[in-house]
C-alpha cells in the first residue's frame, strides 16, 4: 500500500510541474481515478470474464498495446485535444 500512495505522490509531484493549474488538477484526478479503478477491478471480479475468454483478453492485450504509441505520438506532436 504504501508503493501505491509513494506513486501517486510522485505523479501529482511530475503533473504539478507541468504548465497549468487546470490541466494539472485534471491530469492527476484521472490518474488517481485510475489507480482506484485498477484497485477495484480485482475486488468485484471485472476480470473474471477476460480469464474464461482468452481472445477478449488478447484483444484488449492488443487494443492497449495500439492506444500507447497513438496516445505518446498524439501527445509528442503536440495535439493534446484528443480525448
Known amino acids: 500500500m504504501t508503493t501505491l500512495y509513494l506513486s501517486m505522490a510522485g505523479f501529482a509531484l511530475a503533473a504539478s510541474i507541468s504548465p497549468g ?28 470474464p477476460l480469464q474464461g475468454w482468452p481472445a477478449a483478453a488478447s484483444l484488449t492485450r492488443w487494443a492497449g498495446a495500439a492506444f500507447q504509441p497513438w496516445m505518446g505520438w498524439k501527445l509528442w506532436s503536440g495535439i493534446a485535444n484528443f480525448i
Do not use: C, M, N, W
Not at 493549474?21 to 471480479?45: C, E, M, N, W, Y
Open 21 to 48: 493549474q487546470r490541466a494539472t488538477l485534471r491530469h492527476v484526478a484521472d490518474a488517481t481515478l485510475g489507480f482506484i479503478l485498477l484497485l477495484v477491478q480485482p475486488k468485484f471480479s471485472l476480470a473474471e
